[in-house]
């Protein structure tokens, strides 16, 4: 296969959301985007929305928790394009929006479903991703949270699997640094269905996030999250790495 | 409901048996080889039991040689990460029951500093983990005047810093005994009753 001289990158759960963002950003820049997801139609529809937005979007079948189908969505870039510029671990479990609760009110399958999207699935794409960002010297980037950083009362699980992937990413950096390969994390905070999800499930929530953004606004998925995600995938950060990236109208206060 | 001092949770063939000693704790082991459903009703059965005025959690996995991720096979990433943590969410989820009201949780964790990481990131992504875990439950449990806070040592993984420089203080990474001991007599002392969500690497100041 020919190499593209377009950037080839990767998305995992791109098919909504923040990772809809980051692809048409992507898209935006006229790069080669692949939208790994299950949800074949409507992965499909953020393919062509990348394509229109400039870029060319492809639909890839991907499940972040099977090492195979993680390989298998690796090969297809790779067989295409020849080549993997950047890959992004955005997936999150569908339960960490839905279930409120303190820690012992988990189930052991509730945690483990969590830790099997996040951080399992960062391992994966992280060690099946290697050789290709070896040769492009390219790029790693974990969608990780503010919760990550401060903790979350009524989301204990997501909070933790969510720093997972920020001690994985940090040490991941250090140890891919000699190999020119950097790994960096994000943390956004954008208007999703997740979040809406997240609001109606706890109806102070809306006013604690809001509280204390002094932005006064949630991000806009493609323009306040998708481009920062670019930056962290381009060569515009070719010296960044082992860094966390707060998208979120600097609410955390703790970074 | 009967109140005791101090508990410690660990395995029962880890360091942790050390900590129970020094506090002359009730220790409360968890099987490393415990199944789902086996973890499920360990920690009903525990959380149910005695209240405690500090409650220790210290699990300390098997050792594993260093390896970079590219060479980490699945089945190394579940005893390295996936069991570590999901152990980590039902003891700290057994301590938030078995705490008293007005206690203190503090988690006792392995974790490299970031200058030492590589090779070490399963253990990293664990260590963070634990860490804002243990921040969930300083925020869920500091309506009743629970204190939550986590140590993270070195002293298990790392036996020289690899790259320079080289740490502030000589001893690096420390001992069990000198500065995981006393780091959990600092947080346990009523001098820190009003510290909560922190995260102390007692690592001779190799990170902060």
Redesign the interface.
């Known amino acids: 296969m020919v190499k593209s001289g377009k950037r080839s990158v990767l998305i995992t759960g791109a098919s909504g959301g923040v990772g809809r963002g980051i692809a048409l950003a992507c898209g935006e820049a006229g790069w080669n985007v692949w939208i790994a997801a299950r949800r074949a139609a409507e992965g499909e529809a953020v393919a062509k929305e990348v394509t229109d937005a400039g870029g060319t979007g492809h639909f890839v079948s991907c499940d972040v928790t099977d090492e195979s189908s993680v390989a298998d969505a690796l090969a297809t870039v790779v067989a295409t394009d020849g080549k993997l510029d950047g890959a992004v671990h955005n997936a999150t479990s569908d339960l960490s929006a839905t279930k409120h609760a303190v820690l012992p009110d988990f189930t052991i399958g509730e945690i483990r479903h969590q830790m099997a999207v996040s951080m399992r699935g960062s391992y994966l794409l992280a060690h099946l991703a290697y050789p290709h960002l070896k040769e492009s010297r390219g790029a790693l980037l974990l969608l990780t949270s503010e919760a990550g950083f401060e903790g979350k009362a009524k989301l204990p699980v997501y909070a933790s699997v969510k720093a997972a992937q920020r001690g994985f990413g940090r040490a991941l950096a250090r140890e891919w640094g000699p190999e020119g390969i950097r790994v960096n994390c994000l943390a956004p905070l954008a208007t999703t269905p997740a979040l809406d999800v997240a609001f109606v499930n706890d109806p102070s929530m809306k006013a604690r996030v809001m509280g204390r953004n002094p932005l006064g606004r949630l991000g806009d998925p493609m323009q306040d999250i998708g481009r920062a995600a670019r930056f962290l995938l381009s060569e515009d950060s070719a010296y960044v790495t082992g860094h966390t990236l707060m998208a979120d109208g600097g609410s955390c206060p703790v970074t | 409901m009967a109140r005791t001092d101090v508990t410690v949770i660990g395995y029962d063939d880890s360091e942790a048996c050390r900590i129970a000693q020094e506090f002359d704790a009730r220790f409360i082991p968890l099987a490393r080889d415990a199944d ?2 086996t ?2 009703a360990w ?1 009903d059965t525990t ?1 149910s039991g005695p209240r405690s005025g500090s409650v220790v959690v210290a699990l300390f996995p098997k050792l594993q040689d260093h390896a ?3 060479s ?1 096979a ?1 089945p190394d ?1 579940d005893s390295r ?2 069991t570590p ?2 152990h ?3 003891a ?3 301590s ?2 078995l705490c008293a009201d007005e206690g203190t949780i503090v988690a006792v964790t392995d974790c ?1 500093p ?2 030492d ?6 253990e ?17 449990e500091g309506k009743r005047g629970v204190r939550a806070n986590t140590i993270l040592t070195p002293c298990r993984l790392v036996t020289d810093p690899p790259i320079a420089p080289a740490p502030p203080l000589p001893g690096f990474p420390g001992t069990m005994e000198e500065d995981v001991l006393n780091a959990v007599k600092l947080i346990l002392s009523p001098e820190a009753a009003h510290l909560s ?1 922190h995260v102390l690497p007692a690592d001779r100041g190799r990170s902060w």
Do not use: H, Y
């Open positions: 789902d459903d973890l499920a920690r959380g970079p991720i590219s980490v699945s990433w990460a996936d943590l999901l980590w969410m039902v700290l989820g057994a938030a029951l490299p970031p200058l990481a590589a090779g070490l990131a399963p990293a992504a664990v260590a963070e983990a634990v860490s804002a875990l243990t921040r969930s439950l300083a925020l869920s969500g």
